[in-house]
């Protein structure tokens, strides 16, 4: 009998930035992503100075939280002339849809310190108020809106997915993708949501719905991003976080678009161990946003890769932002939907997936 058994070791580095310059490739833990560091030149040669790093740095953090029937989704990004945030809850059952959403000029009111591991992002607005923070064996979520407040508490998995890539001829790009375990928290829902309800009870008294805990059986997943782009970048993504029909837990995270020379940033988790997966190709046969026919994600078979996947994508419901001031411009459709298809892994096994819920997104930026 074959072993098909994969064995590897991935090293895990102090700093992402050494001698002025990133280091490149899939890493088991980068401790500290010190991107003031990274030596930059203008074309001219002339030194980037500190300020300007700070300026072009992108950031973002997204968190999705799954307790059923809820899923609900956040996230704070800032590309420093302008941060958002946005977050949005969908209730499997009854297919309620609600979006929360705020924008900021600049860095106003909005906090963004450290990195992945020891960190915080900080985003204040009348409308919304999100706070993440980062240790290195915890996360926290604090959101407050109108509609909604979420708080959570959250373990870190023992085998993220981190990896740097070039990202043009001076740019790139740091991100670390990861399941977590709620340890605790709470969705509270205010009386302007479309989730609030009541249930009758048998004496005839009303019963407000308003409050969910969250426990060990909430799952949740991060995505921490920060680099030095392209001036326009484009990807597809795509996101599962479920429990699969035998009870373990499997998260999948597949990209296009994003990585450059090859580095990939696709892995899936079974109960927190990660497999690491290759390149894939995202197809979406309409471009209309309003569209809801099928995407398709295979991995392309050469004979060399033991892998093979093979998902169908059914979009059901879409957060979709545009906005466009000139030099800076951004078409940006998360869909929630069903997967369907199959991938095999090296070691021989094979996941089937069957009508279960995930995200998809196709995102254009100018920035």
């Known amino acids: 009998m074959i072993n098909n058994t994969v064995s590897y070791d991935l090293a895990a580095i102090d700093k992402l930035i050494e001698q002025g310059q990133p280091k490149f490739g899939v890493f088991s833990q980068v401790n500290q992503i010190n991107y003031l560091d990274y030596h930059s030149h203008l074309i001219s040669q002339k030194p980037v100075a500190q300020w300007r790093k700070q300026l072009k740095a992108n ?65 204040e607005h009348d409308k919304l108020t999100v706070k993440m923070h980062f240790s290195p064996e915890f996360a926290s979520v604090r959101l407050n809106s109108e509609v909604f407040t979420v708080n959570a508490d959250l373990q870190r998995a023992k085998q993220p997915l981190a990896v740097c890539s070039p990202s043009g001829r001076r740019g790139w790009t740091f991100t670390q993708k990861e399941p977590f375990k709620a340890t605790s928290g709470e969705l509270i829902l205010h009386s302007s949501s479309k989730h609030y309800s009541k249930t009758s009870e048998s004496e005839g008294e009303q019963s407000t719905l308003t409050h969910l805990e969250f426990d060990c059986s909430t799952r949740a997943n991060l995505d921490w991003t920060l680099g030095f782009m392209r001036h326009e970048t484009n990807w597809f993504w795509s996101c599962i976080n479920t429990q699969l029909d035998d009870g373990r837990q499997f998260m999948l995270n597949l990209s296009m678009g994003v990585n450059e020379t090859g580095v990939s940033e696709n892995a899936c988790w079974l109960n927190g161990k990660i497999y690491h997966l290759p390149s894939v190709m995202f197809r979406r046969d309409s471009q209309d946003s309003e569209s809801k026919s099928a995407w398709s994600i295979s991995h392309q078979n050469l004979g060399w890769s033991l892998v093979d996947i093979e998902l169908n994508f059914t979009p059901l419901k879409v957060y979709k932002k545009t906005d466009n001031y000139g030099l800076l411009a951004s078409i940006f459709e998360q869909w929630i939907g069903h997967y369907s298809g199959r991938i095999k892994l090296a070691e021989g096994e094979v996941i089937v997936l069957d009508q279960v819920m995930g995200l998809a997104e196709d995102h254009f930026a100018k920035w």
């Open 59 to 123: 950031q973002f953090a997204f968190i999705q939280i799954v307790h059923g029937p809820y899923r609900i989704c956040l996230a704070v990004a800032t590309i420093k002339l302008a941060t958002t945030a946005f977050a949005y809850i969908y209730h499997e059952g009854t297919k309620q849809f609600e979006i929360v959403e705020a924008l900021l000029p600049l860095t106003l009111n909005t906090q963004f310190s450290g990195d992945h591991q020891n960190g915080e992002m900080v985003f």
